[in-house]
């Protein structure tokens, strides 16, 4: 069995897809029920300075620290799931032996939980895998917002026949993928992937976000327009303009790619 550590949009849809190997640990128990762990408590969005500016470091450092201190054991395996965020910007595409440099609250303290996760197994024997996200797209997630998979959000305005706005025409690029391919590899991963290691998950290759908000108001038939801003500072600050992933070590363990871009969009503009 796989204890589950954070139930949110990744997690809900890794429960429901692996139901009977899953068991859900509450937010509050710290106590793993099982030897294999999959931990994905966490923030999500680089925002958090402006409004809360320990709730990173409390949510992603002090929680992660907290349940580290029941795993003293070499017969644990603690699976964390990162992001692309901790890459910031550097050499595409990135490796996962790429140099990290982080800007922004969340995005440097997922490098720094990784950081501590290996400093604990080095010291107590506990085996890991880090596994750095890509964007995850799926029509389950209901939370999105602006801060928070500005992709979802900005397809739900169109939806609503709301005109969205895109940074520099569009250009930037992203490395997405549909939630239920992102949970396959996330198993993949847990049941064939070298402990202490670190593994990509994406698609491994760049699409720009003209190139998918177009494909979103073609399926949606969207009256809003798509138009273009210039990015606010703090976002040119803390936010990678062009990002994806080289996934060579998820392909060397036979992972598969279902879901095209395309019908990502038409699963998110249909539902």
């Not at 939806?159 to 949970?183: E, F, Q």
């Not at 593994?199 to 998918?212: A, D, K, Q, R």
């Not at 500072?233 to 060579?248: A, C, G, L, P, R």
């Amino acid at each position: 069995m796989i204890s589950l550590y954070g139930c949110g949009f990744i997690g809900s849809k890794f429960k429901e897809m692996y139901d009977s190997q899953v068991e859900i640990q509450s937010r509050d128990e710290r106590v793993p029920k099982n030897n294999d762990i999959l931990y994905m408590i966490s923030t999500t969005d680089n925002y958090n300075v402006h409004s809360n500016i320990t709730l990173d470091v409390e949510t992603n450092l002090k929680v992660l620290c907290e349940v580290l201190n029941f795993c003293r054991s070499k017969d644990i395996t603690f699976n964390f799931i990162s992001s692309w965020f901790v890459y910031g910007k550097g050499v595409l595409p990135a490796k996962e032996d790429s140099n990290c440099n982080p800007n922004g609250f969340y995005s440097i303290t997922k490098l720094c939980a990784e950081n501590l996760i290996k400093s604990f197994a080095n010291t107590y024997g506990m085996n890991y895998r880090i596994l750095r996200l890509c964007n995850v797209l799926g029509p389950s997630d209901h939370n999105r917002s602006r801060k928070k998979n500005a992709i979802g959000w900005m397809i739900d305005e169109l939806k609503a026949d709301r005109n969205i706005n895109l940074y520099d025409h569009g250009s930037h690029t992203r490395d997405v993928m549909h939630v239920s391919d992102v949970c396959r590899a996330i198993k993949l991963v847990i049941d064939k992937g070298n402990i202490n290691e670190i593994y990509n998950i994406g698609s491994g290759h760049p699409t720009t976000l003209s190139e998918l908000m177009t494909m979103a108001k073609r399926f949606s038939r969207s009256r809003g327009k798509i138009l273009n801003i210039e990015p606010p500072d703090f976002h040119k600050t803390v936010q990678t303009k062009n990002f994806w992933m080289d996934i060579s070590k998820l392909k060397s363990l036979g992972f598969e790619q279902h879901f095209s871009t395309e019908y990502i969009m038409k699963d998110l503009c249909l539902a």
